[in-house]
């Protein structure tokens, strides 16, 4: 079983930044594509980003295109979710997720390991 460990979030004011790290076991990190998601309470989780296996292709929602940029370290076994120009309606618990395959993915159900969530709060 793949485990998932998300770090890195916090309260930060509108218009700030946030860099989140997901860091998974094992050794075969670059074989799947991973994904960041959120949830905030009372609503459904959402697709934020994805990256391919090998880290040459992304694809984000429009919510937060050109705003964040995920990226991944597949030596460190560690992939990012640099957040910038924060909003209010970022807040959320982000999760990282290992996908199935290698190639980017915005359907949860192709999302086999789910981290523990790291909490995003952006207020003034």
């Known amino acids: 079983q793949v485990q998932l460990v998300e770090s890195g979030g916090g309260l930060v004011q509108p218009g700030g930044s946030l860099r989140l790290s997901c860091t998974g076991n094992?050794?075969?990190?670059?074989?799947?594509?991973m994904g960041w998601f959120r949830q905030a309470p009372g609503k459904e989780r959402e697709f934020v980003a994805t990256?391919?296996?090998?880290?040459?292709?992304?694809y984000y929602a429009d919510s937060v295109k050109g705003r964040f940029a995920i990226s991944r370290d597949n030596a460190e076994n560690t992939m990012y979710l640099q957040m910038n120009s924060l909003k209010p309606e970022d807040t959320a618990t982000y999760y990282c997720a290992c996908a199935l395959g290698r190639y980017t993915a915005s359907d949860e159900n192709r999302y086999n390991y789910w981290g523990q969530g790291t909490q995003v709060t952006v207020s003034s």
């Open positions: 990256i391919s296996g090998n880290g040459r292709s992304t």
């Open positions: 094992g050794r075969t990190f670059s074989n799947y594509a």
